[in-house]
């Protein structure tokens, strides 16, 4: 069999026009997927956005978006689900070709994306049992059999074997249209048990016993064959076709290990140009499909190089991916002819053009932390958690400039405030107190080791640019009006509140606050108590001369030699960070209980992140209690009760989480003093995690030389902001 991946290299590697680069040789180079030639190999998967109109057209908010990552040097874009019948929609702001007069909105797209060197095609599917025409008082949603959409719980009807053909036609026409519309090809939805295809292609959701049935591998793609010959027929027999499926659904009753490569063949023969391997198959959190950073990267690889030993069509392989150097091992090693990305281009859409120019570490690299899934589900509206112009690509935009800026506070919303306004090229002085810059990203950092990979990119970003960073470097009102800033970005962080539980001021007690306190090596009046003279003198004088080494993977592996814990451990509040030191201190042989007044844990995040830590503490044996009355501590205990109940829950240590509040106090002394201020980050709204600071610190740098709007206010509206 001829390898399309060498084929494709050797053919195209004079042609002047295609950039190829000797670190990342195969995925710089171009490739083939049927008649259309792509630049390099690097392709952008789709994911929903929700930035559609609601007549589903697309938007200049969308195509800025798109046009971007174009920009951004991506050989494809795989726009996201595109429905062939415009009465099914997929969301409520989702496009359609379901009739000619979408062709003329869909065309401004591909014009604006070629512009820029780039191949689009849409992916097209029938929504199926995932219809939302019943929330627009519409028809039933359609299934091949009764299916239940996991996300909005109305039932599908079984469609009739005569409603078949006209439903294959349906993917013919929106094919053409596409064509008509200036699309490279096309990518045909069939994976993940889900929409109308997937669902027909899986046992799981297919209980038919006719010639449409999944039980038997001939009549399972059947309705796949006959969509595939429509598009052939209306789009023409040289239009390329990528198509989307799981490699293994890896659910029990789901197609099995080794059926995707036994109908790979057939469905070449059919018309598909391109497999696209994803894996696993739907539900409201999509767990299989976007996978927490358990799953491994490449975790469909081999399942993409079974497709490819068997077929001589292209394969791309899609599902956590999000370093160039995995991708360049998965095409050196057969495994796949073009890598698929979608949430590293959410975080970086010029990831392509780095990899092109041989600077890989100036990638801002995807964390895995969800606020992409979670900000879908939470407001309908995708957003990246390290990246805040994505989805504002027309809306946030940072000026060229030469003001005076004073950056106070070395965390993630500092870092980004200091990267941007020296980018845009203003004069920028950067204050930390600590000798050592990350503020609280290095203490998530290190608890959550995916976190590191933000941090470390910060700062390698402030580093190359003209920032004048000082650390070890308390801020004043006098020495920063020394300075004659023209603006002051203050983001100095949080205070931690300990909540008034009696025997919370006992010595043998450790609370967020201190464990703060001790990173930072000072120590506040109110916990000098809880330490012994030499301990003290210890924090206070070593700590502050050890910061520069030390770093979360340095702590990570000082946590596994020794820790300042008992055996038995109960934590008192369960934010975020209390369930992720939670998780940290359960990986490292501690029996951990967490206690919550609360109703849920770590209520900051959306239910995708916060499955993804209940899964983790359920794997580590974490006890969780939730809703119950923290009474009292005691010595080597602490009381609870729920209701009439009342439990003693003994522990060699315990931790009070305490709550974020806000602090700015510079900031007002600094307005106070008439300097123009600006607060971002967790003293502004606290508990706003790395998606609050970096959104805070863009809007900030943006609105540089316009009026501060910075007033005292309550923490309510604050964190509302």
């Given at each position: 069999m001829p390898d399309p991946l060498c084929a494709a290299y050797i053919e195209f590697r004079a042609d002047a026009h295609m950039q190829v680069n000797t670190r990342f040789p195969l995925l710089t180079s171009p490739a083939r997927i049927g008649t259309m030639t792509l630049k390099n190999r690097m392709v952008m998967s789709p994911m929903t956005t929700a930035y559609c109109n609601d007549d589903q057209t697309p938007s200049e908010r969308l195509i800025r978006y798109f046009e971007e990552r174009a920009k951004g040097g991506v050989g494809l874009i795989t726009m996201e689900l595109i429905t062939v019948d415009e009465t099914h929609r997929y969301m409520h702001r989702s496009m359609t070709l379901g009739h000619d007069r979408y062709i003329d909105a869909h065309r401004q797209i591909t014009e604006r994306i070629h512009a820029h060197g780039a191949k689009v095609q849409p992916q097209i599917s029938h929504t199926g049992p995932e219809s939302v025409a019943p929330m627009f008082g519409g028809p039933q949603t359609l299934g091949p059999s009764v299916n239940v959409a996991p996300v909005w719980g109305w039932a599908s009807r079984e469609l009739d074997i005569a409603e078949l053909p006209g439903i294959a036609a349906q993917y013919g026409e929106a094919a053409r249209r596409a064509r008509e519309a200036g699309y490279d090809g096309i990518e045909l939805h069939a994976a993940h048990c889900y929409?109308?295809?997937?669902?027909?292609?899986?046992?799981?959701?297919?209980?038919?016993?006719?010639?449409?049935?999944?039980?038997?591998?001939?009549?399972?793609?059947?309705?796949?064959?006959?969509?595939?010959?429509?598009?052939?027929?209306?789009?023409?027999?040289?239009?390329?076709?990528?198509?989307?499926?799981?490699?293994?659904?890896?659910?029990?009753?789901?197609?099995?290990?080794?059926?995707?490569?036994?109908?790979?063949?057939?469905?070449?023969?059919?018309?598909?140009?391109?497999?696209?391997v994803s894996g696993g198959i739907s539900d409201s959190l999509v767990t299989m499909m976007v996978g927490r950073s358990e799953y491994g990267d490449a975790h469909n690889a081999a399942q993409a190089e079974a497709i490819r030993n068997v077929v001589d069509v292209p394969v791309m392989l899609v599902g956590r991916i999000h370093d160039p150097e995995v991708g360049e091992r998965i095409l050196a090693e057969g495994k796949a002819d073009l890598i698929a990305m979608a949430r590293p281009l959410l975080a970086d859409p010029e990831l392509p053009n780095k990899v092109i120019k041989g600077v890989p570490r100036r990638i801002r690299r995807c964390i895995s932390c969800e606020n992409c899934i979670d900000s879908m589900q939470s407001r309908d509206?995708?957003?990246?958690?390290?990246?805040?112009?994505?989805?504002?690509?027309?809306?946030?935009?940072?000026?060229?400039?030469?003001?005076?800026?004073?950056?106070?506070?070395?965390?993630?919303?500092?870092?980004?405030?200091?990267?941007?306004?020296?980018?845009?090229?203003?004069?920028?002085?950067?204050?930390?107190?600590?000798?050592?810059?990350?503020?609280?990203?290095s203490l998530a950092s290190t608890v959550h080791s995916d976190n590191e990979r933000f941090l470390q990119w910060l700062l390698g970003e402030v580093e190359s640019l003209p920032i004048d960073v000082q650390t070890g470097v308390e801020a004043t009102v006098a020495g920063v009006r020394a300075m004659k800033p023209d603006e002051v970005l203050v983001a100095t962080g949080a205070r931690v509140q300990i909540p008034p539980i009696p025997g919370v001021?006992?010595?043998?007690?450790?609370?967020?606050?201190?464990?703060?306190?001790?990173?930072?090596?000072?120590?506040?009046?109110?916990?000098?108590?809880?330490l012994r003279n030499w301990q003290r003198i210890l924090v206070e004088f070593l700590v502050p001369r050890?910061?520069?080494?030390?770093?979360?993977?340095?702590?990570?592996?000082?946590?596994?030699?020794?820790?300042?814990?008992?055996?038995?451990?109960?934590?008192?509040?369960?934010?975020?960070?209390?369930?992720?030191?939670?998780?940290?201190?359960?990986?490292?042989?501690?029996?951990?209980?967490?206690?919550?007044?609360?109703?849920?844990?770590?209520?900051?995040?959306?239910?995708?992140?916060?499955?993804?830590?209940?899964?983790?503490?359920?794997?580590?044996?974490?006890?969780?209690?939730?809703?119950?009355?923290?009474?009292?501590?005691?010595?080597?205990?602490?009381?609870?009760?729920?209701?009439?109940?009342?439990?003693?829950?003994?522990?060699?240590?315990?931790?009070?989480?305490?709550?974020?509040?806000?602090?700015?106090g510079l900031a007002d002394a600094l307005g106070a003093a008439g300097l123009s201020v600006r607060v971002i980050g967790d003293c502004r709204a606290p508990g706003s995690l790395i998606a609050g600071a970096t959104t805070a610190a863009a809007e900030a740098v943006a609105a540089l030389g316009k009026p501060a709007a910075f007033a005292k206010c309550s923490n309510k509206e604050l964190s509302n902001a």
């Amino acid at each position: 069999m001829p390898d399309p991946l060498c084929a494709a290299y050797i053919e195209f590697r004079a042609d002047a026009h295609m950039q190829v680069n000797t670190r990342f040789p195969l995925l710089t180079s171009p490739a083939r997927i049927g008649t259309m030639t792509l630049k390099n190999r690097m392709v952008m998967s789709p994911m929903t956005t929700a930035y559609c109109n609601d007549d589903q057209t697309p938007s200049e908010r969308l195509i800025r978006y798109f046009e971007e990552r174009a920009k951004g040097g991506v050989g494809l874009i795989t726009m996201e689900l595109i429905t062939v019948d415009e009465t099914h929609r997929y969301m409520h702001r989702s496009m359609t070709l379901g009739h000619d007069r979408y062709i003329d909105a869909h065309r401004q797209i591909t014009e604006r994306i070629h512009a820029h060197g780039a191949k689009v095609q849409p992916q097209i599917s029938h929504t199926g049992p995932e219809s939302v025409a019943p929330m627009f008082g519409g028809p039933q949603t359609l299934g091949p059999s009764v299916n239940v959409a996991p996300v909005w719980g109305w039932a599908s009807r079984e469609l009739d074997i005569a409603e078949l053909p006209g439903i294959a036609a349906q993917y013919g026409e929106a094919a053409r249209r596409a064509r008509e519309a200036g699309y490279d090809g096309i990518e045909l939805h069939a994976a993940h048990c889900y929409n109308l295809l997937g669902s027909f292609l899986s046992p799981l959701r297919n209980k038919r016993t006719d010639d449409y049935s999944a039980f038997r591998a001939e009549t399972r793609t059947r309705l796949i064959n006959e969509v595939l010959g429509e598009i052939r027929a209306r789009a023409g027999d040289d239009f390329p076709v990528t198509l989307s499926i799981s490699g293994y659904e890896r659910s029990p009753g789901g197609r099995s290990l080794d059926d995707t490569q036994r109908l790979a063949p057939e469905l070449v023969a059919a018309g598909v140009s391109c497999f696209r391997v994803s894996g696993g198959i739907s539900d409201s959190l999509v767990t299989m499909m976007v996978g927490r950073s358990e799953y491994g990267d490449a975790h469909n690889a081999a399942q993409a190089e079974a497709i490819r030993n068997v077929v001589d069509v292209p394969v791309m392989l899609v599902g956590r991916i999000h370093d160039p150097e995995v991708g360049e091992r998965i095409l050196a090693e057969g495994k796949a002819d073009l890598i698929a990305m979608a949430r590293p281009l959410l975080a970086d859409p010029e990831l392509p053009n780095k990899v092109i120019k041989g600077v890989p570490r100036r990638i801002r690299r995807c964390i895995s932390c969800e606020n992409c899934i979670d900000s879908m589900q939470s407001r309908d509206n995708l957003g990246c958690a390290i990246n805040p112009f994505s989805g504002r690509e027309g809306e946030l935009a940072i000026q060229p400039g030469r003001r005076n800026v004073v950056v106070v506070g070395g965390g993630t919303g500092g870092l980004e405030a200091a990267r941007l306004a020296a980018t845009a090229g203003h004069s920028v002085t950067l204050l930390e107190r600590q000798r050592r810059l990350g503020g609280s990203l290095s203490l998530a950092s290190t608890v959550h080791s995916d976190n590191e990979r933000f941090l470390q990119w910060l700062l390698g970003e402030v580093e190359s640019l003209p920032i004048d960073v000082q650390t070890g470097v308390e801020a004043t009102v006098a020495g920063v009006r020394a300075m004659k800033p023209d603006e002051v970005l203050v983001a100095t962080g949080a205070r931690v509140q300990i909540p008034p539980i009696p025997g919370v001021e006992r010595a043998d007690v450790l609370t967020g606050s201190l464990l703060r306190q001790i990173f930072a090596g000072r120590l506040e009046a109110e916990n000098n108590h809880r330490l012994r003279n030499w301990q003290r003198i210890l924090v206070e004088f070593l700590v502050p001369r050890c910061q520069p080494w030390m770093s979360p993977r340095a702590m990570r592996w000082l946590s596994r030699v020794w820790m300042p814990l008992g055996r038995e451990v109960v934590i008192i509040g369960a934010d975020l960070v209390a369930v992720e030191v939670a998780e940290f201190l359960a990986g490292r042989g501690r029996r951990v209980h967490l206690l919550e007044s609360g109703r849920k844990i770590a209520p900051e995040v959306g239910k995708k992140r916060r499955h993804e830590h209940m899964d983790r503490l359920d794997r580590l044996g974490v006890t969780v209690n939730t809703g119950v009355e923290i009474r009292r501590i005691e010595r080597s205990a602490v009381i609870v009760a729920t209701l009439e109940h009342e439990s003693r829950i003994s522990a060699d240590s315990i931790l009070v989480a305490g709550e974020p509040s806000r602090d700015t106090g510079l900031a007002d002394a600094l307005g106070a003093a008439g300097l123009s201020v600006r607060v971002i980050g967790d003293c502004r709204a606290p508990g706003s995690l790395i998606a609050g600071a970096t959104t805070a610190a863009a809007e900030a740098v943006a609105a540089l030389g316009k009026p501060a709007a910075f007033a005292k206010c309550s923490n309510k509206e604050l964190s509302n902001a």
